[in-house]
């Protein structure tokens, strides 16, 4: 069993539509750059979307992510003076930061288990949920369709306080990240909404995923410009642990 990790963060850039080329370079280079920094474990570099479909059409070509495992709070602490920390602050607009702790951990991501074996625990903050899959190529056009109703229903979700999609290609590599005021919240719409609860029974039997995960975790800390994250007027700073925004 490993053991879950102290520190994960979530960055987000978003940049301008200028800057597009330096964006998509940056995409190609750093990737293996994030990777190589002190103390990280497990690093990935994501374009984002609305969250309302996962083709091209959905994808948002001035909001970029990196989702880094740490191995302490200290190593984390240098990213904004690394190579890949200052690249992206260079061509940003705004950003914000996310600090994390892993709650639960279910699947796979890229043949390993980065978020460890966490050991959950009560949450009275805000918790984060992430989802990530590989689909199978013959299975994505049922997948697509099945979407809508779930991103319709996210949408009006009592509790929710940011959304938008993640993923490592434009097509084929998805996610989503939902950022909810409470474990409660989450819990009722992932097991009782209607749609979503029929969407999870469908996917043993439809075969999307070559690979999946699902991992949950506090909110910590939001640093930063929370426009950036799409997060809700009514998610104001004493929402989340150390007040910061």
């Known amino acids: 069993m490993s053991a879950a990790p102290e520190l994960v963060t979530l960055h987000v850039w978003r940049t301008s539509r200028g800057t597009l080329p330096r964006a998509l370079t940056?995409?190609?280079v750093d990737p293996r750059r994030l990777r190589a920094l002190p103390g990280v474990r497990f690093g990935k570099l994501l374009g984002t979307g609305t969250g309302?479909?996962?083709?091209?059409g959905d994808a948002d070509l001035t909001r970029w992510a990196a989702l880094t495992v740490?191995?302490?709070p200290a190593a984390a602490a240098d990213f904004d003076d690394s190579s890949v920390?200052?690249?992206w602050a260079r061509i940003a607009r705004a950003q914000a930061r996310v600090d994390l702790r892993p709650?639960?951990?279910r699947g796979e991501w890229s043949g390993q288990r980065p978020f460890g074996e966490?050991?959950?625990g009560r949450v009275t903050s805000p918790v984060l949920a992430l989802t990530r899959a590989r689909l199978r190529v013959r299975r994505a056009t049922t997948f697509w369709r099945a979407v809508p109703p779930v991103a319709a229903a996210l949408r009006d979700a009592p509790g929710l306080l940011a959304r938008f999609g993640v993923g490592e290609a434009p097509l084929g590599w998805q996610g989503t990240v939902s950022v909810w005021r409470d474990p409660t919240d989450l819990v009722a719409f992932a097991y009782?909404?209607?749609?979503?609860r029929a969407a999870i029974m469908r996917t043993p039997t439809a075969g999307w995923y070559a690979e999946e995960l699902f991992a949950r975790f506090e909110v910590r800390d939001v640093i930063g410009d929370r426009t950036v994250?799409?997060?809700a007027t009514d998610g104001g700073p004493a929402t989340v642990k150390g007040g910061r925004a």
Not at 52 to 56: I, K, L
Not at 192 to 196: A, S
């Open 192 to 196: 009782r909404h209607p749609e979503h």
């Open 85 to 87: 920390g200052r690249a």
């Open 103 to 105: 709650l639960t951990s």
């Open 229 to 231: 994250l799409g997060w």
């Open 52 to 56: 309302t479909g996962f083709g091209p």
């Open 70 to 72: 740490w191995d302490s």
């Open 26 to 28: 940056r995409m190609a």
């Open 118 to 120: 966490p050991s959950g």
